[in-house]
């Protein structure tokens, strides 16, 4: 209901919008969006090279916007511009995008500092400003965004303290600022958060102690603290996090419960007197900034310390204690400089010389793909290397599937651009030819993208060899080279590109797909989905996660097959979470996950809803009028106007009635595949 008001909010901004927005005989519409985007562009974009698609003569609204995605009520509702090598700042103008839900800027080059503008985007859910080159302090004003339940922040140049204020965020469940230069102790105030998750803010320069509130928070399951210099007495009930806990490279933190750390002693103790260094009363240090859990012992005079023989040892253990913390300082940020030299930004891919390449000469970095977790596999990163534990793997199947190097170069004449089919903010797919003249499509992998622990990618890798169905994809084999820091999976290559080709077709000089063949389609995706979520021997059920038009690839018998199924289980957290953007601005994500963030089987179901809505209207944008006239059997409303009429009326009525029930906005209330399948095979259109 909370998210019907908001809505409702915008409907009547809106709604005054248009009111106003006549100018001569011309409607220019969301007017005052129209110029906070063009505000944007000048300045994300200001040598105008990516942002081109954005014209000041155009609605934001029509497609037409690249990474611009509208709600229901033509309000801007996500901007993704994630990994487009923007060079420029974000300019306070973003404000003016009241009904923004999710901005994603990660993966750029931006600079400057973080608007405090910001904040009045009350209705944005995720903020993604990571892996950039911004600057400056996190402003505190982030602390009245109500509706925030992601703040990335991390691998920037951030300085100053964490603002209390960010204890305001009561829907916030990630909260990730590793990586940066942020000097103070961490807030108290983060103990509030009961919907926290993660709270990662390993790799800065904090200070204090670990704040025990943050014992209380329900939901936490990551804490990484590692690489500050941090101090004091770890609270010991944070075990319960086991591996979720990492706080590593604080030399001055102690503790009983984690057997790496030592003992803590009298010195380590917070004087109990003054928990918290806030308020008035200190002795001349200003406190207003920082943060309730900072570890500091304010200096005294003989009327207020106990002891004043022990002032010179006080002042020589402070002294000892500033020149350490400057050695620590010092040498962390050499290691930060290191690590971000290691994994220089760019663009994803650096394709200067036609292929991917990671040669001595010309070697290709990327910017972490996982800033949550480490990104170091050991020994190299080459898990299956002859003489390495390849436990899960038969030696059946690494002989069926596993390809060498020179047979990968061979197949794409050493990744030659002519044979580059696309690429992503992760991979790159490329034709080839085999030695057996067999045609495949070969995906390559940074390692940065893929799972850090080797048990985990290969455990994925096993995954992918054991699914076999008439309507996925099929898995040849894959290679996995540590001298250029790639995986391969080589699947076979289906000729009639994807289902979004067929879809927004004006006229017959595209190839407009017949009814038959459209029912043919919609029964094969649930069939390959059907087959993904069952339990076999062979097999564990498994959910796609990111199930869209793209990913239905047509074969030259137009029989759909679902690519990228299972990918997910070998790739970093952040990187398929960035891939479902996308996605999620084309409509196929349900509306659970921005409460759960959890996939399940059901969440596949209403992607395959929307793609079914998308196969009878023949559309990739499924608007809300059309969807009613879907609810009332109105065909002359949503079906595809290509189609001319030459459709059956009782089997659209069924394929419409499963597509409605896919999409229902309740879990619970959708069929499982099993169950859409039965429902299919009522008619003709399920044979």
Known sequence: MGRRTKMGGCASLYSLVLLFAFAGQQLVYGNVELRALMEMKAALD???????????????????????????????????????????????????????????????????????????????????????????????????????????????????????????????????????????????????????????????????????????????????????????NVPPALKKLNGGFQYGNNSDLCGVAFPPLRVCTAMDQLNPDRPEPFGPGTNGIATKDIPESANLRMPCNQTNCSNPSKIPRVAVLVGVTAIAVALTVTGLLIFSWYRRRKQKIGSAFDTSDGRLSTDQTKEVYRKSASPLVSLEYSNGWDPLADGRNVNGFSQEVLQSFRFNLEEVESATQHFSEVNLLGKSNFSAMYKGILRDGSVVAIKSINKTSCKTEEADFLKGLNILTSLRHENLVGLRGFCCSRGRGECFLIYDFVPNGN???????????????????????????????????????????????????????IDQRFKPLISDSGLQNLLADDIVFSVLKASAAMGYLAPEYTTTGRFTEKSDVYAFGVIVLQILAGRRMISQSMRMGAESSRFEEFMDKTLDGNFVETEAAIITRIALACTHESPNQRPSMETVIQELSKCSCGS
Not at 170 to 183: E, G, I, Y
Not at 499 to 528: F, M
Request: proline share 6%; with cysteine.
């Open 499 to 553: 289902l979004l080709q067929y879809l927004d077709l004006k006229d017959s000089n595209g190839r407009v797909l017949e009814w038959s063949t459209r029912v043919s389609i919609i029964h094969g995706i649930a069939k390959g989905i059907d087959y993904l979520h069952s339990n076999k021997p062979t097999k564990p059920p498994l959910v796609h996660q990111n199930i869209s038009a793209e990913k239905v690839v």
């Open 46 to 232: 200001p040598h105008n090279r990516l942002l081109s698609s954005w014209k000041s003569d155009r609605d934001p609204c029509s497609g037409s916007f690249v990474g611009i995605a509208c709600n229901e009520h033509g309000k801007v509702a996500n901007i993704s511009l994630q990994g487009k090598g923007l060079s420029g700042w974000i300019p306070p103008a973003v404000s003016g995008l009241k009904c923004l839900s999710g901005l994603y800027l990660h993966y750029n080059s931006l600079s400057g500092e973080i608007p405090r503008e910001i904040s009045n985007l009350t209705e944005l859910s995720d903020l993604y400003l990571n892996v950039n080159n911004l600057s400056g302090s996190i402003p505190p004003e982030i602390g009245d965004m109500a509706s925030l339940q992601v703040l990335q922040l991390c691998y920037n140049q951030l300085t100053g303290s964490i603002p209390t204020q960010l204890g305001s965020l009561k829907k916030l469940s990630v909260l990730a600022l590793q990586f940066n230069r942020l000097s103070s102790a961490i807030p108290a105030s983060l103990g509030g958060l009961h919907t926290l998750t993660r709270l990662d803010v390993s790799f800065n320069q904090l200070f204090g102690s670990i704040p025990a509130e943050l014992v209380d928070v329900p939901r936490l399951k990551v804490l990484d603290v590692r690489n500050n210099t941090l101090s004091g």
